[in-house]
């Protein structure tokens, strides 16, 4: 039986305590909560893991490489992982366009971008001395928190690639890699980066010229931002491998990666780790797919992906990058419809409104009479010659007549396709030279008989 004290709360602070430790030891790339796996079989039993570049037998190991059985009476599991960042570095003299290397009119999630300028790398960086460019992914469009200006989110090592880079680095989409050119493909250019202990991130400001949306590639809207929760489904849409599914693994991963020179070895603790939903997707993300954002299935963004392994992905947390950025995710509003209710006897002639598909808002004129329209939830007074905006699904936005005593009085009778025309005629007048022909009014009636029998329905 497992200790019933192996929680991920009851491990975090002991890993938190000693992670700094293992993390310096020889090979060693991460340690994480997880279930700890015995000869290829998962224990059910949590345990710290520790993700080492090339996993020995224990007889090979140096007193300095060797890992404990266990730390604080907390099992330990040792994993062979290689962990690295998920940007892609090609030479000057060997671009080609690799997978979605679109050029898209307006800018939006999960597509192809880089900077302009070049970068000149040596072994063991890479494996011939030159000139590099580079790709990744902009992940989403965000807003500044002080001056609302748009902008476009990806990670550091995407944007500003080494400790060379400089606020005004232009960005191109597509990147070069992928056959963008600078000037032409210009959209922006780098604002502010972080690279700290819990983010790896940057925001380009966007030209005006530009157009933008609050979308991702295949995914569609973005609702807003989550925090991550273990076995959660994910998605994201990258660069690299378009879209992919997979489900959160852990939310304690602290890993060391190769940020090359002039930066070194960089840490980044309490990450995402997520693992790919291999019945969808063989991996969830790959190189050129660093500066994705990683969303749950309601369309919340949960994180920033800024590297991997062929087994698991890791993302910053998204709240953590938000703050650091100083920035907002571009969310797209949502529109709430109310249905009205009109009390006390009025004369009105209803303004004639264009029928479409999305919610839209009518103005009711009335004579010098009060008149008290009751949405749910704001209550609206109209008196003499004043318009009151009507959010409604049906214009003009009738649909029930009440007697004496306002709201909740007694209703004195219910308006019928019958009596509705005529009725209709004699309170609101005949439709003027500019107003819907019949079918417009036929249609309009009958709405309000299904807005009324629906309401009985309601009461029974």
Known sequence: MPDARLTHAAIRPVKQRIEDELLAQPGVVGVDINEKVTKGTPTGELAIVVYVKEKKPKNTLSKAEAIPSEIEGIPTD?????????????????????????????????????????????????????????????????????????????????????????????????????????????FGSLTRATLSTHVDGAVVSINSSKSTDCSIEQIGAVKGKATATLNAAVRKRGRT?????????????????????????????????????????????????????????????????????????????????????????????TIVLTKPVICEPIVTRPIVCFIRTQPFICNLVTDPKICNVLTTPNVCAVRTRLACPVVTEVCPPVSLACGPGGPGGPIERRVTVAEGEEELASLYGKPGADARDDAFWLGYYTALQALSEAEEADDD
């Not at 690799?98 to 971008?113: E, W």
């Not at 959160?248 to 790919?276: C, M, W």
Request: a negative charge.
């Open 241 to 333: 491998t378009g879209l992919t599914y997979g489900k959160v693994n852990s939310i304690d991963a602290s890993v060391s990666i190769p940020y090359g020179d002039g930066l070194g070895t960089h840490t980044l603790k309490n990450q995402i780790r997520i693992e790919p939903d291999t019945a969808q997707s063989a991996q969830f993300s790959d190189h050129g797919d660093s500066g994705s954002v990683v969303v749950d299935g309601n369309n919340n963004v949960i994180g920033l992906l800024f590297g991997g392994s062929p087994s698991a992905t890791y993302a910053n947390p998204i709240q953590y990058v938000l703050d650091e950025l100083d920035v907002d995710l571009c969310v797209k509003p």
């Open 78 to 186: 040792v994993k062979e992982e290689q962990i690295e960042l998920y940007a892609v570095k090609v030479a000057l003299d060997q671009v080609a366009p690799l997978i979605d290397a679109t050029q898209y009119a307006t800018l939006h999630g999960g597509i192809s971008m880089g900077p302009c300028r070049s970068v000149h790398l040596d072994p063991p960086d890479v494996p011939a001395s030159g000139d590099y460019i580079f790709v990744g992914t902009l992940g989403a469009i965000v807003k500044d928190r002080n001056t609302q200006a748009v902008m476009a989110l990806t990670n550091f090592h995407v944007a500003c690639v080494d400790n060379g880079w400089n606020v005004g680095d232009t960005m191109c989409q597509q990147s070069r890699v992928d056959g963008g050119t600078c000037p032409a493909d210009v």
